[in-house]
Structures are given as C-alpha cells and as structure tokens.
C-alpha cells in the first residue's frame, strides 16, 4: 500500500457515504446500468449492474472524484465559494465543463466505450439524473450528476468487457 492508501483507508466509504448524504445510491446507479446494458445483455439482472457499480466505486480514482465533486457542490449550496465560482456552480453554467472533465476522470477507467455511454445517459438523463438535474430542489448537484452517469458509464463499460472476456 502506498502512503496515501494509510492516511485515507475509509475513502471508498466516504465516497458511498457522500453519494448517500446526497440522495444517490448503489441501487440508483444500477439502474442507470442496466438502462444502458439491457439491450445488449438480454439476461441482464440488476444484481450484476450492482456488482459492477460496486467494482467501480472501488477504484481510488473513482473515489477522489466523487469527494471532491460533491464536495464542491456542497459548498457552491452553502455560498461558501467566492465569485464568480459561485454564480457558475450554483446555476451548472453550461460552458463551465469543469464538471465533465472530473466526471472523465471516471470514465477514463474502461476504456473508450465508457465515453458513449457518458455521453449517452448525459444527454437523456434517465433515473435518477433527471431528479439531480431538477434545479426546483434547491441542491446544486452541478458536479453530481455528471459523477453519477460516469460511474454509471463506466460500470456499463466494464459489464461490457467481460461479457466480451477482454478485462
């Protein structure tokens, strides 16, 4: 183990616990999965995206990701960024991207395909990501939903490559 894995050995259960606090969970993002995967997995259960969702969170990159996104977003909700940050966060400025790029740090994980699927489930928002898009709730999930659909993508992406044995 390096040294950052000693100073910070509960970080994946910070990182479920930040989704949780937030409104998100495992059982959430599976279902993005399985929207994703169930057109080429005909015997797709949803206890598979589950397990793929978990490996996924497991992953170091994957967690320093979703604490510090939400971490942003927690503050953007509480005022506490200076300006203009703010303003950007607290209304998910689209020219931001600020938010995309973290959320490809996740993506990134398996591989290409995960960039389809992203790019997919962000553009119909399905589930779970039309609730964290929903600006009428007062949260500001700006970084959030673009966290959740990578994780989502990227579990899709690793569900795909060992249905075709390539991980």
Request: charge should be negative.
């Amino acid at each position: 183990m390096n040294e950052q894995s000693n100073m910070f050995p509960q970080i994946g259960d910070i990182a479920k616990k930040a989704l949780e606090d937030r409104g998100v969970t495992i059982k959430n993002i599976a279902e993005l999965v399985y929207f994703l995967q169930k057109g080429y997995h005909p015997e797709l259960q949803l206890q598979e995206c589950i397990e793929n969702v978990e490996a996924v969170l497991k992953k170091r990159e994957v967690q320093n990701a979703v604490i510090t996104g939400v971490q942003l977003d927690v503050l953007a909700e509480k005022g506490l960024l200076e300006e203009p940050l703010l303003s950007i966060v607290k209304t998910d400025e689209g020219l931001y991207g600020v938010d995309e790029i973290l959320a490809f740090s996740i993506v990134n994980v398996y591989g290409s395909i995960g960039f389809t699927n992203y790019g997919y489930i962000d553009k119909l928002k399905p589930g779970i990501l039309k609730y964290l898009n929903d600006k009428s709730t007062g949260k500001v999930n700006t970084f959030l939903d673009d966290l959740v659909g990578a994780i989502a993508a990227a579990a899709s992406s690793r569900l795909a490559h060992r249905a075709a044995n390539v991980e």
